[in-house]
DNA sequence: TCTCTTTTGTTGACGCCGTCAACTATCATT
DNA sequence: AATGATAGTTGACGGCGTCAACAAAAGAGA
């Protein structure tokens, strides 16, 4: 009587459903509430049984997504225990082009106000620490070290999540590029990757100012 | 009589100006026809006489947002003529941190239908040109390398891009990271460019497949 | 079994939005 | 002054999110 579980048809659970269905359709600003409703053939104000507003429901499908994308990227690196970080990124990069929508959802959106629940902020900074945990690993888990990872962990964050925004991105789609490059791009991207964190961790880490030139002005 | 210039008061002009101003203080989906209209003091039917549809107005400010851009990168690059890409670099950064919700509009929004007019995608491509460019003109402009330097000028937008976006992204105000991280994130990142690119066009470019390791299925 | 309460779903309204259609005011050109 | 284009107004329509009031259904206690 307290659990509220088991539903005759969990209609809660066909919303989420049915709401995923539309975003991969035809995007997140498509959609509605009534769409929704429409979809499962109950009147508009039913979701909101469930729902306390579209928000609401957007938050909950971009918690979802949160746990999909973290399971994607665990199942990836614990293939063969290695974490290798070019699977991570072969993974990262395969979740964002089969899911697009939804990963727009997850970084390229404005979260709404509900989504600032501890809930989804748990699984979308889960997802991140399975990155940064493995740059950790990388020095030993050396607490010592933690600031070093940290910043590998968002440079390779950043160069992931730039490509596969770019590659969704529709100036993509209008670049002439040389021939060849293409078909080059994933594995050139890798190795680069691969480069920077090599040549950064061996020589000594230069504090000094970003600038070797003095400014102009 | 056929320039159609010089109104009494320009108003096609006011409403761009007015949209970039809802845009820039509330959001790109926040932005109305109808709020523009009152901003503006007119009927809610005469900016149509300007703008076909809302997304014949987003697209003419999308438009000018490209130029805008084009024309920052272009100035940080030729403060000395010399078209350091740390100088760009910072300057693409700076944009998108100072104009965040008009970067987003660019690159993080999925362009509506009339986006696709040659003039906004003229302009949009010239912004990456700009970056091409400069990594072209390091191999000496030479058409052999144009392959190479297209794949440095991706993997700097990829980075630069993933970066912006990530800095606006929500889940990175919920990252706990470790301290004296963010002080030293952009001269990281620019570091990590660098070394990468350096890395990269040094040892012979391996034109091998992708992985070293057999893949497991 | 018959109430009584809580939960779940429906109907109808409100104000906002984008946009179509029809009307009017303004103004350069003949 | 007459004309025809151009710019702006008013009013309507359907779709949206959401509030409020109602109805049906389901459990619990007697």
New interface residues.
């Given amino acids: 009587m307290v659990t509220g579980r088991k539903k005759s048809f969990d209609l809660k659970e066909a919303c989420v459903r049915a709401a995923r269905e539309v975003i991969a359709e035809q995007?997140i600003?498509a959609l509605s509430m009534r769409d929704v409703a429409r979809k499962l053939g109950i009147s508009h104000q039913a979701p909101y049984r469930h729902f306390e507003s579209r928000d609401h429901l957007l938050a909950e499908i971009m918690r979802r997504c949160f746990v999909d994308f973290a399971e994607h990227l665990d199942r990836r690196k614990s293939?063969?225990g290695n974490g290798?970080h070019?699977d991570m990124g072969s993974a990262y990069l395969a979740y964002a082009a089969q899911k697009p929508l939804e990963y727009?959802l997850?970084?390229?959106t404005?979260?709404p106000e509900p989504?600032?629940h501890p809930e989804l902020?748990k699984y979308?900074?889960h997802?991140?620490d399975i990155l940064r945990n493995s740059q950790r690993a990388k020095y030993g888990d050396l607490p010592t070290h933690?600031?070093k990872?940290?910043?590998d962990a968002?440079?390779i964050?950043?160069?992931?999540?730039?490509?596969a925004?770019?590659m969704q991105?529709?100036?993509m789609q209008?670049?002439v590029?040389?021939?060849?490059?293409m078909p080059?791009?994933?594995?050139?991207?890798?190795?680069?990757?691969d480069?920077?964190?090599?040549?950064?961790s061996r020589p000594a880490p230069?504090p000094g100012p970003?600038?070797r030139?003095p400014a102009?002005r």
């Fill in positions: 995007g600003e293939s063969d290798d070019e727009r997850m970084f390229g404005p979260w989504a600032r902020v979308a900074v997802a991140f933690y600031a990872a940290d910043l968002l440079f964050w950043s160069t992931l999540h730039g490509m925004s770019i991105a529709n100036v209008h670049l590029l040389a021939p060849g490059v080059r791009l994933k594995a050139d991207l890798m190795h680069k990757i480069a920077a964190l090599e040549a950064s230069k970003t600038r030139k102009t």
